[in-house]
């Protein structure tokens, strides 16, 4: 697959998947031996872990979106840099529902194997959150 298409299918996990909550997405559009090169903790680092990381963080932040500031892609590889946003309505890295906004920057690389996505890797300042929810 072209990196354009590529980025179109990475802007449909952040909008269908991780916005919207659509976790039906995660299957289609990930492999069945995708592998996460750095889970959350506690959440394996598989196509399933996924799902659950991404209904943990909706469940956290009722009101999440994700908007995509920036995507590079090559043949196989896309990289989003995105922002997260939402209410910290739920518990959250230890923390109890706080009502505080909450905001962090992600940047995540994807590794393709055809049309699923095969591999991700992740950057996030888990600190810097930690902070905001006080």
Known sequence: MSAETNKVLVRRVVDEAQSKGNLAVVDELFADDFIDHTPFPGVPPTRDGVKMLFGYLRSAFPDLKV??????????????????RGTHGGEFMGVAATGRPVAFEVIDILTFAGDKIAEHR?????????????
């Open 67 to 84: 908007e995509v500031s920036e995507q590079v892609a090559e043949e196989g590889k896309v990289v989003t840099r995105k922002t997260f």
């Open 122 to 134: 992740m950057v996030v300042d888990r600190l810097g959150i930690q902070q905001q929810l006080g």
